[in-house]
């Protein structure tokens, strides 16, 4: 099975920053995209930012200009750089990846999410 490990979430106070990561590892053939999403308490899960395998990079309009999202290719591994953090950013970061992974019978493509990591944005 494919694992994705989230890490570099915490405490933050406003206006700080924060650099998350996600790792995939197992049986993978190919990476399309991945992305990042969130959830705070009694909201729905909300995509922040994702990346092709092509760069192209989406963000969602409240993180635009505040938040980068970035990929190392040769490591299945992507990053999301938070600055000008605000108290509405505190929610639990999910990683997510589009993968075609490889087994001795056949390739099967999809969607693995991660554990998730807490962001807190207080004074």
């Known amino acids: 099975q494919v694992q994705l490990v989230e890490s570099g979430g915490g405490l933050v106070q406003p206006g700080g920053s924060l650099r998350l990561s996600c790792a995939a590892s197992?049986?993978?053939?190919?990476?399309?995209?991945m992305g990042w999403y969130r959830q705070a308490p009694g909201k729905q899960r909300e995509l922040v930012a994702d990346?092709?395998?092509?760069?192209?990079?989406n963000y969602v309009d409240s993180v635009k200009d505040r938040f980068t999202i970035s990929r190392d290719y040769a490591k299945n591994t992507v990053y999301l750089q938070m600055n000008s953090l605000k108290p509405e950013d505190t929610a639990v970061y999910y990683c997510?990846?589009?993968?075609?992974?490889?087994?001795?019978?056949?390739?099967?493509?999809?969607?693995?999410w991660g554990q998730g990591t807490q962001v807190t944005v207080s004074s």
């Open positions: 997510n990846a589009d993968i075609t992974r490889i087994s001795a019978v056949y390739h099967y493509r999809n969607n693995y």
């Open positions: 197992g049986r993978i053939f190919s990476i399309n995209a």
């Open positions: 990346i092709t395998s092509g760069g192209s990079t």
